[in-house]
């Protein structure tokens, strides 16, 4: 497996995929799902985040205890999918700035097509963190990805929940300098651009458009 890719193995993450890959599962519980499994990657791909000691005083003394060290951070959900783990992020992270892509997949050809880019103004000062439950050919997330890096930011990291082997190898391959954090790594796309055996339309199951 290559390093930069983290796939999440914690039982709580997995138990909670299962039933999100499930079909008979309503949108109503596929989004508080998709918000729970975002908040327990969040937790894990923060892990690296620098502290430093600060000095406070309890109701008892003076004493010195950890902040997280002056890290700005940004989430950008590729819309729409990406929007059903953004307030997962923002409740663990409340000063976190929110950007938003939109991207939609060309159901042909597969490539994406972009329709709406606003990053907050700072985001050159800011670690990104960009979201999107599918990393399926990949295209979405590298285009995305290109995007942010246009504008500098500090570092990106990328937090999806199921990918593809096909994305992660196009992904790595464009932009070898992000890491990717999942749940899970499936077989396969299908011959239509879906991951097998996947979950089938993120956005569709999120927003209940289908
Ligand atoms: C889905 C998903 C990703 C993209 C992944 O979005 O949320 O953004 O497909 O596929 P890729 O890796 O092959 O690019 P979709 O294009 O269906 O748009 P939507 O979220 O607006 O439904
Ligand atoms: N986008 C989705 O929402 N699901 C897939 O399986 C592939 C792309």
Redesign the pocket.
């Known amino acids: 497996m290559n390093e930069n890719v983290t796939i999440f193995t914690h039982p709580l993450i997995q138990h909670k995929l299962s039933i999100l890959r499930d079909k008979n599962t309503s949108s109503k519980d596929f989004r508080a799902l998709v918000h729970e499994i975002a908040m327990l990657m969040c937790y894990e791909a923060t892990r690296d985040l620098p502290l430093e000691e600060v000095e406070i005083e309890t109701p008892i003394c003076k004493t010195t205890a950890k902040h997280i060290s002056g890290k700005k951070l940004a989430v950008v959900p590729?819309?729409?999918?990406g929007l059903g783990m953004v307030d997962a992020i923002s409740e663990l992270i409340p000063s976190v700035r929110i950007g938003h892509i939109g991207?939609?997949?060309d159901e042909e050809t597969?490539k994406?097509v972009e329709y709406y880019c606003k990053l907050p103004k700072d985001i050159s000062e800011r670690d990104v963190i960009v979201v999107?439950?599918?990393?399926?050919?990949?295209?979405?997330?590298i285009d995305a990805v290109s995007q942010i890096k246009l504008r500098n930011p500090r570092s990106i990291r990328f937090m999806g929940i199921i990918a593809a082997p096909e994305?992660i190898e196009a992904f790595t391959k464009a932009h070898p300098d992000v890491k990717i954090y999942c749940a899970a790594l499936d077989e396969k796309l299908n011959e239509v651009?879906y991951i097998v055996p996947g979950l089938g339309?993120?956005?569709?199951r999120i927003f209940g458009t289908k």
């Open positions: 590729i819309l729409r999918a991207l939609y997949r597969l994406p999107d439950p599918m990393l399926a050919t990949g295209g979405s997330a994305g651009g339309d993120a956005g569709d």
